[in-house]
């Protein structure tokens, strides 16, 4: 395993992430007892940092990571968040101060721990710029000083108002899912200028854009357009016809990009994590990588709408469309 520095944060924090999402059932209902065993197995393999959310399974995902890491807390880097919970009309989030702050409470005792060290503001882009800096964050940072939580992030969609946000609050880390992969480099753009100038630590989630780089296939719920599905599925067959697998492909041109800290994978089987980890330090197939490139070239940085319509990133479509 290959480790680097988390920002200016004393966190070294394994190039591999594990993502905790599948724990509660977000693709596929799972075989518990494989997913704890993909953790353990995970750790063997020298992945040090686990992320996970109370919006997982509504819960669910927090209650297995923390049963699967009783008696091994202290060999990880745990990463949680606050501000999404659920799946109800009024949308699920809940950002202001008094949540959080009993949120981190539940977190604790899901995950078996007397503190965390990454507390993030999941997917801000369903708060409000002010809420964001003028409430959420602050409270967050209190629990910092609380030694709740060692460190602070933010976790979204739209890269730029990630970019927004964190020049202008003091948090530690960025997390940005489905913006550096075969589909959509933005992160680089985008996210590394300001993380190289203020030393934050960036996090690149769902490198395999949440499945649809895989040969499963988009989940139903897969927010992408059709055309960039269709395109995927065409990426996919394309390395299946040369005997490749374009999960791998697209993890190992994930993991190639060096400003990245750490980049999460959703993982909940033991081969899964054993095929994944053996792509740390590998080198994409320079053909494999052409020809698949240029069957994504025509939808590469489609981005979707996601959260208040303010917070959309320039040029952002609508989803499934
Ligand atoms: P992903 O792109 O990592 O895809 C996960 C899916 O790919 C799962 O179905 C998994 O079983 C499958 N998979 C994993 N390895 C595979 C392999 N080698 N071959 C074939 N299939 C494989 O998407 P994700 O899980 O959404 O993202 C990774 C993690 O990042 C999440 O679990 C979560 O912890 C984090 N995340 C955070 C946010 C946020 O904070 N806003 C958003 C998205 C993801």
Aim: hydrophobic share 40%.
């Amino acid at each position: 395993m290959e480790y680097r520095h988390l920002g200016t944060t004393t966190l070294r924090v394994s190039v591999l992430g594990f993502g905790a999402s599948p724990l509660g059932n977000e693709f596929a209902t799972i075989d518990a007892a494989e997913g704890e065993r993909a953790v353990a197995f995970a750790i063997e393999e020298g992945i040090n940092y686990f992320d996970v959310s109370p919006y997982y399974g509504r819960t669910l995902a927090e209650t297995r990571l923390g049963a699967a890491l009783q008696g091994r807390r202290h060999e990880v880097i745990l990463a949680t968040k606050a501000g999404r919970y659920d799946k109800s009309a009024d949308g699920g989030f809940d950002f202001s101060a008094a949540r959080i702050t009993r949120s981190i409470e539940e977190s604790l005792t899901r995950l078996r721990t007397d503190h965390i060290d990454l507390f993030q503001l999941h997917d801000i882009e369903y708060a409000s710029r002010e809420q964001i800096l003028d409430e959420a964050l602050p409270a967050m940072f209190r629990l910092k000083e609380q030694g709740k939580a060692r460190y602070v992030g933010i976790t979204g969609y739209p890269v730029h108002l990630l970019r927004d946000v964190a020049a202008q609050a003091p948090v530690d880390t960025v997390l940005s899912y489905c913006r550096y992969d075969l589909l959509d480099t933005s992160l680089e753009r985008v996210l590394v200028p300001l993380a190289r100038e203020d030393g934050l630590g960036l996090i690149s989630a769902s490198p395999l854009h949440m499945r649809l780089l895989s040969n499963h296939g988009a989940p139903a719920w897969h927010p992408a357009p059709k055309r960039v599905c269709d395109a995927a599925a065409a990426a996919a067959s394309f390395c299946r016809d040369r005997g490749a697998d374009i999960a791998g492909l697209a993890l190992s041109f994930a993991l190639a990009q060096p400003a990245v800290a750490t980049t999460l994978v959703g993982m909940s089987r033991v081969e899964h994590v054993r095929r994944n980890a053996a792509l740390v330090g590998s080198v994409p197939d320079p053909e494999l990588l052409q020809g698949v490139r240029q069957i994504l070239a025509p939808v590469l940085d489609t981005v979707w709408k996601e959260g208040r319509p303010e917070n959309d990133d320039p040029g952002a479509v609508d989803k499934q469309s």
